[in-house]
Nanobody
């Protein structure tokens, strides 16, 4: 059984930092494109950054570029999302998802085979 498990969410003040983790069992992340999504309350889920570790390729949505960094640890089969200079509008449930077959990075929503359950990030003073 494949499982993606996110962790590291929490409550942080504006300007603060968090590091999210996405750990996998049953698949090897090197074989997949991994995307971090987020879904603010009452809004649609949006992809914010993706990585294809084996190719060393990453992409970022403009709203997080320069503040968020996606990275991978092959030995731990874990993808990280380092989030700095957090803003209240970054508050959301954050999900990771994996796609092995896609046309181009970042994969489209219907190309993902596996999703995590999400971790809540709240940015508030």
């Amino acid at each position: 059984e494949v499982q993606l498990v996110e962790s590291g969410g929490g409550l942080v003040k504006p300007g603060g930092s968090l590091r999210l983790s996405c750990s996998a069992s049953g698949i090897t992340f090197d074989d997949y494109a991994i995307t971090w999504f987020r879904q603010p309350p009452g809004m649609q889920r949006e992809g914010i950054t993706c990585i294809k570790s084996s190719e060393g390729v990453t992409y970022y949505r403009d709203s997080v570029k320069g503040r968020f960094t996606i990275s991978s640890d092959t030995a731990k089969n874990t993808i990280y999302l380092q989030m700095n200079d957090l803003k209240p509008e970054d508050s959301a449930v954050y999900y990771c998802a994996a796609a092995s077959h896609y046309v181009r990075l970042c994969p489209k929503n219907d190309e993902y085979e596996y999703w995590g359950q999400g971790t809540q990030v709240t940015v508030s003073s």
